[in-house]
């Protein structure tokens, strides 16, 4: 079962949010000073292309873990499948390793299907902190810590508390260098 956290980086990678851009706006994300996430697609190509960007990176998140799950995947495994999709969105293959989005909605896909009773809720008011701050990044630096607290009260099994605590720090790493690299804290 090595091949799924393979192959969940090699899908992790795909930045949809460059394709839509591009076709709407005739240059990429980067190009135009944005992100190829989903707010990042919000901004450039509108509220349809940054959903549909949302949607495709949640699955690529939660597939992969789902899948391994399924064919009874544990330990390392489970870790290791679970970080993949967040990993290759934010580091892709396909650009060198080079930056490409920060992983939030494939990482929300991750955790939503590791824990979804304590994740949902605490994304839920991670959403109404970015709404009310009117940036993204709110949903996870809000959210996540929310929902890892929940987790043990929720009767989330540790292996899958150690899984998605491995997803939430791949944001967190980008996030890192994102912030590093624009000069400022979120």
Known sequence: MWWIPVAAYLVGGILPGEYLVRWRRGA??????DEPGTAGTWRQAGAAAGLAVFAFDFAKGLLPVWLADRLGAGGWLLVATA???????????????RPGGRGLASAIGVTVYLAPRALIPALLVGC???????????VGIV???LGLAAMPLAGTP????VAALAAMLTVGLR?????RHRGRWI
């Open 28 to 33: 990429s994300p980067r190009e135009l000073g």
């Open 83 to 97: 970080v993949a999709p967040v990993a290759g969105h934010n580091w892709p293959l396909q650009r060198g390793f």
């Open 128 to 138: 109404v902190v970015a709404l009310w701050r009117r940036r993204t990044p709110w």
């Open 143 to 145: 959210g996540f810590p």
């Open 158 to 161: 540790g292996e899958r508390v």
């Open 175 to 179: 996030y890192l260098q994102w912030t």
